[in-house]
């Protein structure tokens, strides 16, 4: 009975290099959502994936921001050229269906830090 | 415009208070879902309660029922006699068919910080 993994728990990485966070899904889940999370905010969403394709990305904020699900389960948050106002919680979510009354559960975040 | 509002940025409250957390929406979909969350000091998004716009009857989940009142669009979150553990962020959050079928993901709130004193 695994929840949503997130890897790693904490990134530091400096100004304009390459970082990639992972999350692993509740088995069986189809649709996946990742989020930031800034301090003292609420989630943002940024993209959402049904299946292996990307259903709505358009809350990537600009195209240094990439995100995938190859074979539908793990999915892969790509930050190009990264900035320091990248440094924020990212926040990744399951949930069973794509369906209104199916909740989100989420992972416990991988914090980034850019320097 | 913002579509969930939550205008409590922190309160305080007795322990074994009953405390009401406000949550106002802005949708025009008639199908739409609610949701409040629970997010402590450790990070982590714990999911309470959810109530479908069709609902006709308070969502309830142990000591947390949703106020769900659709003319005024609002869906505040009860927690009855509070506990120090309820401590944390809670947030509102709404979910909205999708253009291309099925449901978008969840629009959050800016949330409110809960205190329990003993």
């Known amino acids: 009975g695994a929840g949503v993994s997130q890897t790693p728990s904490n990134k530091v990485t400096e100004k304009g290099k390459y970082v990639e966070l992972r999350c692993d899904p509740i088995s069986g889940h189809t649709a996946l959502y990742w989020y930031r999370q800034s301090l003292g905010q609420g989630p943002e969403f940024l993209i959402y994936?049904?299946?292996?394709?990307?259903?709505?990305d358009s809350g990537l904020p600009n195209d240094r921001f990439f995100a995938v699900r190859p074979e539908g389960s793990v999915s892969t948050l790509k930050i190009q050229r990264t900035e320091r106002g990248d440094s924020a919680v990212y926040l990744c979510?399951?949930?069973?269906?794509?369906?209104?009354?199916?909740?989100?559960?989420f992972g416990n975040g991988t914090r980034l830090t850019v320097t | 415009a913002q579509k969930i509002t939550q205008t409590q940025p922190g309160m305080f409250v007795q322990e074994k208070e009953a405390v009401t957390l406000d949550c106002t929406y802005d949708t025009s979909d008639q199908s739409y879902g609610l949701f409040w969350y629970k997010q402590p000091s450790s990070g982590e998004m714990i999911f309470l309660i959810y109530?479908?716009?069709?609902?006709?009857q308070n969502a309830t989940e142990g000591r947390y029922s949703l106020n769900f009142q659709k003319a005024r669009k609002s869906a505040n979150l009860v927690i009855s006699a509070s506990q120090l553990g309820d401590s944390a962020m809670y947030f509102c959050?709404?979910?909205?068919?999708?253009?291309?079928?099925?449901?978008?993901?969840?629009?959050f709130g800016k949330g409110t910080h809960l205190i329990i004193q003993p």
């Open positions: 979510a399951s949930s069973q269906t794509g369906g209104i009354n199916s909740p989100l559960h």
């Open positions: 994936f049904q299946g292996t394709g990307a259903a709505d």
């Open positions: 959050a709404m979910r909205e068919p999708y253009s291309g079928g099925g449901a978008d993901g969840l629009t």
């Open positions: 109530q479908g716009s069709y609902d006709e």
